[in-house]
């Protein structure tokens, strides 16, 4: 008997302890979808206190990849997104999902690969010589595969230079039509795509002695900030297809009545706003400058 | 809302139907994955059960409360001390175990081993104590003893065969940690639909999920026709 009522009571205070743990939120609150980058670099920590103090607003940050934060926005599921993909960001817009793109800032990627550089592609210099040796050598390279922005800018790249695509489609139903979600990727064993984040794709790449397209805060991150630091190196850089550009886009009012556009709004106004983009170029991670302001006023 | 369920439920259909190679390819390593993994906990948790029923040492009570614990280990937590385990730097780094198709194995007998172990010592323990010394008495030994007592409690140990490949096959965790999802390689049905759910393509996770649970039922007819087979011969 003793034993249920200790068990019945212990029950209790757990169901107590889940309750008292729900926060609660004061003030304006708005939900963004968003790339890991921003997340894993460490900026939204940096910029978004900021934004609350000036303006009262909170925001609740949904990472992702990029494929999957614009998804969100299109759902209504958000007010707001922060993404990576100027293509996919302009048709969101185009069809009436978002009100208006803000080019924020850029960032760029970097190719890094172990030490031992199996393709020699070190002393190329242009991104598009040193994706044809890896491809042409047949060197391990690990592909995101995710759908996000890093993701489609590696495919650009493969394009860019020339190394062919094998196309594999999936033949599903939307909206009771046939519809087809294509995936791209070169062939062969030496390319594996692993559908996961920065983080774990470098992590792999390490771990399989690979190369990968990263950007450029992930793997500073993972390369001055974390304990042991990552053996991979940069192996190309500052090559101008490896900018990367990153807009915000309020969800669009009148295609969900329920968002919160006027807080969502005054967000991306005040991340293009001097203010915001002082604290963007402010921004440093083991000393280093990671994100670019696109949107500084002229002086 | 409703149609993204047609469209999964049309899709579904469409991905078995066309037999995509790279579906087949995802849904035979799942399952390859998780039977070697329940063949591999039973091998070690069925005569671990039978000693610990049968034992009676200081800390019986400690080892069973601690393999009850054990069923709610996260999976996350096997795949990060296996990663330890197995990862490069690691003391077994060097048989490049981690992201292949047996790491997940590895990973998944480790998530059902306390499952297994525990299912098959409470089958054993509501089974009479007479049939252990009738058989001896009988002039069995030990071994002979210990295997006419899994005869009587085979349906059970069936009902936790079962249990043990359904969160083996459901589980999304060490799959992913273990076996890094690699597209043609260590994808699992599980892992694909967490990547379709995170690429946003919803239809296609959710139409994955419903192959899932269609293997998982196919899988237990199975099972249940073999288990009622064995009942009508009993």
Redesign the interface.
Known sequence: MMKHILSVFSLCCLALGCAAATPAIAGETIKMSTTTSTQDSGLLDYLLPKFTADTGITVQVIA??T??A???G?DGNVDVVFVHDTAREVKFVEEGYGTKRYAVMHNDFVLVGPASDPAGVKNLKKIDDALKAIASKKAPFISR???SGTHAKELALWKEAGVPLEK?T???????KPAQ?IFE?PKGEWY?????GMGKTLM?AE??KAYTLADRGTFVQQRFGKNPPTTLEILAENDGPLLNPYGVIPVNPKKFPHVQFNAAEKFAQWLVSEAGQEHIAAYTLQGKQLFFPDAMPKK | MD?LL???L??AL??LV?G?S??WGIIFLSLRCTLFACVAACIMGIPLALSLSQARFRGRQGVILVLNSLQALPTVVVGLFLYILI??QGPLGSLGL??TPTAITLGQTVLILPLVTMLCLAAVNRLDTKYRYAALTLGATEWQARVAVMREARFALMAALCAAFGRGIAEVGVS?MLG????G?T?TMT??M??E????????AL?LGLVLLLTSFLLNAILHMFQRRMEQTA
């Not at chain 2, 995170?198 to 239809?203: C, P, R, S, V």
């Open positions: 992702k990849g494929g999957a614009l998804r969100d299109m595969g995710d759908d594999t999936q033949n599903i139903m939307k909206g009771g979600v990727a594996m795509s692993i559908g996961q792999m771990e399989k | 149609s047609l469209d999964s049309a899709s469409l991905m066309q995509e790279h579906v990862g490069s981690l992201y992913m890094g999802n690699i597209k390689f994808r892992t694909a967490a990547l759910y995170d690429k946003g393509e919803f239809a296609l139409a």
